[in-house]
């Protein structure tokens, strides 16, 4: 049984900063991609970041690109978002996910193609 459990949530005012982090475990943490998903209330759930197996390659949604950081510790078996120049738009909750299959790139950008999921942690940005 995989798990994958968010932490790192909160409420922030626009410009400041937040690092997400999720734990995972369950099955071999460093063969799988892993991404970040948000959903905003009455809207779809949306790529944010994802990272590859080893950690070597990493994508972004336009959105976020240049302020986001997404980053990985196999040893840990945890992923990282580091969250800068927030946004009130950045406001959603904030979803850890994995592929389920080995050597993935984490670069898909459909929720359909990820196979695990964590609860999730609110993020809230005030202007």
């Known amino acids: 049984q995989v798990q994958l459990v968010e932490s790192g949530g909160g409420l922030v005012q626009a410009g400041g900063s937040l690092r997400l982090s999720c734990a995972a475990s369950?099955?071999?943490?460093?063969?799988?991609?892993m991404a970040w998903f948000r959903q905003a209330p009455g809207k779809e759930r949306e790529f944010v970041s994802g990272?590859?197996?080893?950690?070597?390659?990493?994508s972004y949604a336009n959105s976020v690109k240049g302020r986001f950081t997404i980053s990985r510790d196999n040893a840990k078996s945890s992923i990282y978002l580091q969250m800068n120049s927030l946004k009130p738009e950045d406001t959603a909750v904030y979803y850890c996910?994995?592929?389920?299959?080995?050597?993935?790139?984490?670069?898909?950008?459909?929720?359909?193609?990820?196979?695990?999921w964590g609860q999730g942690t609110q993020v809230t940005v005030s202007s």
């Open positions: 369950g099955r071999t943490f460093s063969s799988y991609a």
């Open positions: 990272i590859s197996w080893s950690g070597g390659s990493t």
């Open positions: 996910a994995g592929e389920g299959r080995v050597g993935g790139w984490g670069s898909s950008i459909f929720p359909d193609d990820y196979d695990y």
